[in-house]
């Protein structure tokens, strides 16, 4: 049973939420999920676990996904390992709600609110967002990474080169705050 789970899509449905909470565990193999042109790749095997109820006619998520990725250095492009240990919070409203602007009173800073069409919600979609959300904007391989020299492009984690070097500001105050 276990075993045909692993490879069936699983959907969360109105039908089953509205008898019970329903509580998910799921792995996907790398490769398995679509994440849509992005630029990392996904290590090994990812696992969610969640919890979705309904509330009136929303349904509220809530679960931990963890996965390893991979992606390049922005500076030198040397692949950069990026585990990811995250927790989501979710409120999905019916797709027809966004027409009835009063109705949607939500506190903002406590739940992401997101919508769904149709009679429920396909878990590989939720996670492929909430994994692309993960990803920070700016990845280096080790925050002191000196990158590519823009003259000669020799990879100066290397060598050093003997090229002038164009005056910048520090970059790492901003690399600290993540
Ligand atoms: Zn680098
Ligand atoms: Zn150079």
Redesign the pocket.
């Known amino acids: 049973m276990v075993a045909s789970e692993e490879e069936a899509a699983v959907f969360i449905s109105l039908e089953e939420l509205e008898l019970h909470r329903v509580r998910v565990s799921k792995t996907y193999d790398s490769g398995a999920l679509d994440y849509r042109g992005a630029e990392f790749r996904q290590l090994g095997t990812l696992k969610v676990d969640a919890v979705a109820e309904l509330v009136g006619s929303d349904i509220h998520f809530e679960g931990h996904i963890r996965a390893r990725l991979e992606a390049n250095?922005d500076?030198?492009l040397?692949p950069v390992e990026l585990p990811v240990e995250h927790d989501f919070d979710l409120l999905y409203r019916p797709v027809e709600t966004i027409a009835r602007e009063e109705e949607i009173k939500v506190p903002k800073d406590e739940l992401e609110v997101g919508f769904y069409s149709g009679n429920g919600i396909p878990l590989a979609d939720l996670v492929t967002e909430q994994v692309i959300l993960s990803v920070p904007m700016k990845v280096?391989?080790?925050a002191d990474?000196l990158?590519f020299c823009p003259v000669c492009r020799a990879n100066r984690?290397l060598a050093a080169c003997n090229c002038p070097e164009p005056r910048t500001d520090s970059p790492f105050a901003q690399l600290e705050e993540g």
């Open positions: 250095c500076r030198c040397a280096v391989c080790r990474c990158g984690n």
